[in-house]
C-alpha cells in the first residue's frame, strides 16, 4: 500500500485505537491537517498548545489511555513543554507529535524551526525526531508502546515537513518494535517477608499513590487493606484509589493532609507504600517521617525506591501484579490479623480522627471555599469527575471532595500547574460526555488557560467550572500570610476581568454566587445546564487551607488554623 | 556516607542523541562525570560507555537506576568492584631542548614508553597505563616542560562475565 507520511500517521494512530487528538496547525503540520480534514478523526482545536497537552493529558488520566496531541513547529512546540513536563512528574501516557521543518533545513535557524527533541529530552519519558519516512511507523508505533508501558510517561514524535511529504510502501504487519515492559519477577521470598511484618505488626498502615491508579490496582489495593483491616491513607495522587467514604480510610497525608493521617504515619509501625514516591510535600523531614515504622515500598521504577526515604523492603513491579502475589500468598499462609491489637489501633486512630477532624467555619454572609466543594460533592452525589487547577483549590478539593472511585481526581501533582484544570476537564468531559465534569478553580490559576472556554465553547464541551474566586494567588498570600508577616507581594488579583461577562463573551454561560445561600442554588442550576457553565463563587478572601505542616518540620507537627499548634 | 570513585559501564543503543540523554540525566540530577569513552562495540548498532564518577555507593545506585530508565539504555554495571582491567591513554608532545633531551629520552626507555612521531623539534609520546600509571608518566614529564597533552577517559573491561 503507497501512502504519504501523513496517510501513515494516520493508519498508525487508527491501528493504536487514537478516538481523539487535540491540536492546533501551523506551517509544519499542514500536510497533516490536510490528510485530517480528509479523514473522519475527532480532532479538537484548542485555543493553546498548552491547553491541547493539558487536555490529552486530562483525557489519559480519566480513561488510562494514552492521550494524542498535535501542534507545529517552533513556538507551537515549545508551547507545548509545560504540559509535557506536567505529565511527566506524573507519568501520564502521552504521543505528543510536533511539526519540524523539513530535514534539510534542520540546524539552519529556519523559520519556525526549534531543537524540540533537546528541549523536551529532560521532561519526556523519551522523545523521537523522524529523521526518514523508513522509521516513521515504527517510531510511532514505538512511542505508543514506550508512552503506556511500564511507568508510564509522556513521548515526544518530531516530524520534519518532508518526511511526511515522502511515501513509502507501507505494510503494518512488517513494523516491529523493542520491548519495553518492566520485568515484574513473583517474588514468593519478598511476600513471605511482608507476611511476617504484618503479623508482627500492631499498627500496619496501608499508603496508596498515583502508581495504584496508573497500574489499575485500585481495587486489589481495597481487597487487601478491607479484608485485613488496615487503616488507609493517600497522597495527592492516591484519592481515588481507596474509596474516602470507607471509614478505614484517613484521607490525604503530607503537608495539608488530614491530621489523623499523619498522626497514624507517624505513629504506624508498618507502613506499606504502594506507587508513591514519598514526594517532599508528603514527607516533611525525611528523617522523621514514620520514625517507627518497618517499611514496605511496591513502586514500578526502581529508580523511585531509597530515592527519598530508605525503605526496608522493597518490591520493584507493577502494583496490580504486586498486590494481587501478595493477596493470594497472605490467603494461602491463613494470615489473619490480631484482633485485639488491630481494634487497639482503630481506635486510637478515632481517637485523633475525633479530636482534630478535618473541619471549618461556614458562618456569617460570606462563603467559605470548602462550603461550595463540600455542596458540589452532595449535589453530585460524588459521582462528577472533578481536575483542579493549583494551589488552595487543589488542597480544598483533596481534603474536602472524598473520591470513592480511581481515575476521578484529575490534578496536576507533581509539577503543579497552574492552568491545568480547565483544559484537563475539557479532555476528561470529552472521552465521558456524559459524566458530570468539574473544574474546581482559584481566580488565578484559571486566568492562566481562560482562552480554553473558547474551545469548550465551539463544541459545546459542558464542562462546569466553579471558581473559588478571592482575588488572591491564595496559596502564595497563606504563605505570604504566615511566613513573610503579612507583606503581600503581587499576590492581590482584585483586578481581574468580571468572570460571568467574560464567560458571557466565549460563549459560555456565566453564574455567581456572593452569599453562602446562594451557593446550592448556583451549583444546582449550573450542574443542570447542558453547555459550559463558569460559577464565579465570591470567596472569602484570607482562608487557609488548614491544617498545615510548615515547610520544614515534620509532618507530626501540625498548624490547625485558630486552634493551637498540636504536636 | 565515604564518596569513592565508581567505574560504570553502560550499553547502549547506537542512537544520535543517546550521549546527550545520559550526559543530561546525570546533569540534571547534580552528578558529575568526571570521565567519558565512548564507541561502539562489535555490533554496530550498540555502542559502550565507560564513565567514572566520584560518589557514596547510594548516589551510584542512583545514578545507575537514573539511567537503566532511559529507553536506550540497555544495561548498566558499576565495574568499581568486579575484576576487571583498567587503562587511560595519554598522548603527550614535548620541544626537545638541551637541558630535557637525554631526561626525556631515559623516562621513555625505563618506562618502556612509545614515541609515535619524533622530529628535531619535538617527541609525541604514547602512554597507556591505570590512572595511577599515567598519573605518574605527567608528574615524571612535567618538569620538562609539557608543550600539549591529551588524555583520554578510563575504558574498562571485565576479566569474565
Redesign the interface.
Known sequence: MKLKGTQVLLEVLKEEQVEIIFGYPGGAVLDIYDELYKSDFKHILVRHEQGAVHAADGYARATGKVGVCLVTSGPGATNTVTGIATANMDSIPLVVFTGQVPTGLIGNDAFQECDITGITRPCTKHNFLVRNIEELATTIKEAFHIARSGRPGPVLVDLPKNVMAAQIDYDPAAVRIRNHEALYKPAPKKMANVLEMLTRAQKPLIMTGGGVILGRAAEELTRLARRYRVPVTGTLMGLGSFPGSDPLWLGMLGMHGTYYANMAVSTCDLLLAVGVRFDDRVTGTIDTFAPNAKIVHIDIDPSSINKNVTVDLPIIGDTKAALTDLLRFLEEHHYEPDDAARQNWLAEIDDWREKVPLTYCQNGEVIKPQFVIQTLHKLTGGDALITTEVGQNQMWTAQFFGFDRPNSFITSGGLGTMGFGLPAAIGVKSAFPDRQVVDIAGDGSIQMNIQELATAAQYNIAVKVVLLNNGYLGMVRQWQELFYEKRYSHTDMTYAPDFVKLAEAFGVAGLRATKPGEVADVLRQGLAMDKPVLMDFRVSREECVYPMVHPGESISQMALGTREMIN | MEKKDHIISILVYNKP?VL??IA??LG?KGYNIDSLCVNTTTQKDISKIVMTTCGSQ?TV??IE??L?????VISVEDLTNVESIHREMVLVRLNWTAQNTEAVKNAIDANKWKIVVSGDAFVIIEITGDKTQIDFALARLEPHGIADVTRTGLVALKLED
Open positions: 542523541d546527550a540523554r543530561g540525566t540534571g547510594a545506585t542512583r537506576n537514573q537503566q530508565r532511559l529507553v536506550d
